[in-house]
């Protein structure tokens, strides 16, 4: 039984800093950083982190092609917020696919979304049923290290199933070696890196057409029959090399998104898959690689079927919708690369109650509310007595999901007293288009903006807060302007 790719989509945080500011910040001590400060990188804000963005990723693939029926979550990244408690269970939960769906974290390796990808396509090519495959990378590097210019905040879902799809897999590879291009100790939080022309040389040059020349010769296809060619390195001409090594056409490697987002780590092969089925025919074929103590290689031929699948905004609609970002020392502040005086108001015990998580699992993590049976209001949170009040109807309250409801602004505020990691904190009152309000936390809201009443408000997934003292972080969904770019600043 063949398998394909069903539906597709990714996120990019809409922040982007400026490398100019990096390298500039940090010429006094490493004056050769200024070759790296072009373009920009995507930076993730305050309350986003790979699952949260494995969510938008996922959400908009899922947009066109329904929920229903998906047997299995995999969920890829080597930057995930626990180590010890399922992570993919966390994204299910907020899809509201909890239940019967097989889930699995993947990690260990920068080819851990392609590693994953493939198992994906192994299980619905033997009737498995539909496959989510999630990857979201918020990686910390250090300040004034090029990892630190060159990588950059994003996310991409998969959606693999039995028969052609929008793209049919015809063949894959797997070569695995113990090749260490760059490491993450237990507990360490930077990656240590190896020498670049080692990594290019010894491991892209070798290693990669390995894989390759396998999978092409599993789908039966001569390199120059290809027409993108993903390979995620931010290495100047790194993919042009390793092409012309194997023989692939020139003009089929694909933007490797150094200049508009940086280089994703785990997710960045799948975030260049997807940019690339946003563009190709059908016919098209699509050469994907994943590097990382060997290599993953994949290739898919684009359907006819293409045509009418689309994400709701893919990677290149999160592109587009961007906000440049100067502001340095903010980053460095909300991704604790420095040490900041919070204040005392930050000093309160955040413990969450885990029986009081796992009771309103679906309240908290899936935003769901519910219906009134008798009458139809709805409402959020749920209770016992329907909030209509020429109804008050006790024990009426049916499940109802409030995430993809749009929304509009009824009131908001910015607190500057109140605790936020980075303040103001944005708060207020929401209507939901079809029914029911609820006060919750605003985000991706830029200081000194102005809300008008009736502004289109979308739901997104987000970090709630942080238990530093316990390493616990509560998820909770927040509210978002719609609008594609709060400065004007598009891409």
């Known amino acids: 039984m063949s398998a394909g790719i069903l ?10 800093l400026q490398r100019r500011v990096i390298a500039e910040a940090n010429a006094w001590f490493n004056p050769a950083l200024m070759g790296l400060g072009k373009g920009e990188r995507a930076i993730a804000n305050w309350d986003e982190d790979a699952v949260t963005m494995a969510v938008e990723a996922a ?32 994204v299910a939960e907020a899809l509201r696919l909890a239940g019967a769906v097989g889930t699995l974290d993947v990690a260990g390796s920068q080819r851990a979304g392609t590693s994953a990808l493939i198992t994906a396509c192994e299980i619905a090519g033997g009737r ?25 905040d994003a996310a ?34 930077f990656d240590y890196v190896w020498e670049e022309r080692w990594v290019r040389d010894e ?51 694909r933007d490797n998104l150094q200049g508009t987002c940086g280089e994703a780590g785990a997710a960045h092969p799948l975030v ?58 903010r980053y460095l502040g909300v991704n604790g690369l420095v040490a900041i005086e919070h204040g005392l108001r930050s000093e309160v015990d955040r413990q969450t109650g885990l029986t009081t998580l796992y009771r309103n699992r679906e309240m908290v993590l899936g935003l769901v509310g519910g219906k009134c049976s008798k009458c139809g209001t709805l409402q959020f ?27 509009t602004m009824r009131s908001y505020t910015a607190d500057r007293l109140t605790y936020s990691v980075a303040p103001p904190a944005y708060y207020g009152m929401v209507q939901f288009e079809e029914g029911g309000r609820a006060m919750i936390d605003f ?31 509560r998820y909770f969904w927040k509210a978002a302007p719609c609008r594609e770019s709060m400065d004007g600043d598009a891409a």
């Open 156 to 189: 991409a879902a998969i959606l693999v199933g039995a028969g052609e799809g929008v793209a049919k897999l015809l063949g894959h590879a797997t070569y695995s070696t113990d090749f260490v291009d760059h490491y993450r100790g237990q507990d360490e939080p």
């Open 203 to 253: 491991g892209f040059m070798k290693i990669v057409p390995e894989a390759v020349d396998r999978a092409l010769a599993a789908a039966r296809l001569d390199a120059g029959a290809v027409d993108h060619f993903c390979f995620p390195s931010p290495m100047r001409r790194a993919g042009a090399g390793v092409a012309a090594r194997i023989g692939l056409p020139e003009r089929s490697v």
């Open 443 to 473: 985000t991706d809201v830029d200081p000194g903006t102005e809300l008008g009443v009736g502004e289109p408000m979308r739901m997104v997934f987000r970090v709630k807060d942080y238990d530093t003292r316990r390493g616990f972080r």
């Open 7 to 16: 539906a597709f989509g990714g996120y990019v945080p809409r922040l982007r």
């Open 59 to 90: 959400r908009d693939c899922l947009a066109s092609s329904g929920r229903e029926g998906i047997s299995h979550l995999f969920l890829a990244s080597t930057t995930f917020p626990f180590q010890d408690r399922q992570n993919a269970g966390i």
């Open 128 to 152: 498995g049923g539909p496959v989510l495959v999630a990857s979201g990378e918020k990686r910390r590097t250090k300040a004034a290290s090029p990892l630190e210019l060159t990588t950059g």
């Open 272 to 329: 260049m898959l997807a940019h690339a089925l946003e563009a190709a025919s059908a016919g098209e074929k699509i050469l994907v690689a994943g590097f990382g103590q060997g290599c993953d290689a994949l290739v898919f031929e684009a359907t006819a079927a293409l045509a009418d699948e689309k994400p709701e905004r893919g990677i290149s609609g999160y592109l587009r919708r961007r906000r440049a970002d100067t502001d340095y020392h």
């Open 381 to 407: 949170p749920k209770s016992n007595v329907c909030v209509n009040p020429n109804c008050h109807a006790p024990d009426t309250q049916e499940d109802h999901p409030f995430s993809e409801m749009p929304a």
